[in-house]
């Protein structure tokens, strides 16, 4: 199922109006296929689910955490430190027309939030979007590698002598983390990796 009959089968849920939702998929295509998008693209949101279906039977409320997948990186800008709070406010803004309920909106914006800074929550379908979002950082060196890349180009913008320490802080903060990954499903798969992969990266900046 690729992303846009994901999305559709989901929406179809709570709403018949193919027109509305369309245009909601048309939005989301747009702003994921924005110039200087190289890592959070639609790519990025086919691997998150890639990861999420191999523990789908685990995940409460699959309907909602795919919503907070669809929506989590909608706005995506380098020079700003409020892209979660602002695809926060636009998921819960896009769902509502869709009839979704307060309770779901407000699970689905506190999931989106929670992305900021990967705590671990009290609940455990946030957790296996957390993990999901963060399951390239334990992949093999070469795709992390090339992850990095992407994230370089994202920040183009900003010369290597602001962006290293930067990118030094934000990967020294998930090796303060007690776990990296917050569900025994992703740990056992990507912990070991992920601490390695981000000591390589330490390394070379």
Same mark, same amino acid.
């Given at each position: 199922?690729?992303?846009?009959?994901?999305?559709?089968?989901?929406?179809?849920?709570?709403?018949?109006?193919?027109?509305?939702?369309?245009?909601?998929?048309?939005?989301?295509?747009?702003?994921?296929?924005?110039?200087?998008?190289?890592?959070?693209?639609?790519?990025?949101?086919?691997?998150?689910?890639?990861?999420?279906?191999?523990?789908?039977?685990?995940?409460?409320?699959?309907?909602?955490?795919?919503?907070?997948?669809?929506?989590?990186?909608?706005?995506?800008?380098?020079?700003?430190?409020?892209?979660?709070?602002?695809?926060?406010?636009?998921?819960?803004?896009?769902?509502?027309?869709?009839?979704?309920?307060?309770?779901?909106?407000?699970?689905?914006?506190?999931?989106?939030?929670?992305?900021?800074?990967?705590?671990?929550? /009290?609940?455990?379908?946030?957790?296996?979007?957390?993990?999901?979002?963060?399951? /390239?950082?334990?992949?093999?060196?070469?795709?992390?590698?090339?992850?990095?890349?992407?994230?370089?180009?994202?920040?183009?913008?900003?010369?290597?002598?602001?962006?290293?320490?930067?990118?030094?802080? /934000?990967?020294?903060?998930?090796?303060?983390?007690?776990?990296?990954?917050?569900?025994?499903?992703?740990?056992?798969?990507?912990?070991?990796?992920?601490?390695?992969?981000?000591?390589?990266?330490?390394?070379?900046?």
């Amino acid at each position: 199922m690729n992303l846009r009959e994901r999305f559709t089968k989901g929406c179809l849920q709570f709403a018949d109006n193919h027109q509305l939702i369309e245009d909601l998929w048309a939005e989301l295509e747009k702003k994921y296929t924005e110039k200087g998008r190289h890592y959070h693209n639609l790519a990025h949101l086919e691997s998150m689910f890639a990861e999420l279906d191999t523990v789908k039977d685990k995940i409460a409320d699959f309907s909602t955490v795919s919503f907070s997948v669809f929506y989590h990186d909608a706005v995506y800008d380098a020079t700003s430190k409020k892209n979660e709070e602002k695809s926060a406010e636009m998921a819960v803004l896009r769902l509502d027309k869709l009839g979704l309920s307060p309770n779901v909106l407000q699970k689905v914006s506190d999931q989106i939030l929670s992305t900021k800074a990967h705590h671990e929550s /009290v609940d455990r379908d946030t957790d296996y979007l957390l993990d999901a979002d963060l399951s /390239v950082l334990g992949k093999s060196f070469e795709t992390y590698m090339e992850y990095t890349k992407k994230i370089r180009k994202e920040y183009s913008i900003y010369p290597d002598f602001m962006y290293k320490p930067g990118r030094k802080k /934000v990967l020294q903060h998930f090796l303060e983390l007690k776990s990296i990954f917050k569900t025994n499903e992703f740990r056992d798969r990507y912990e070991v990796t992920a601490r390695e992969n981000i000591r390589g990266e330490i390394e070379s900046l």
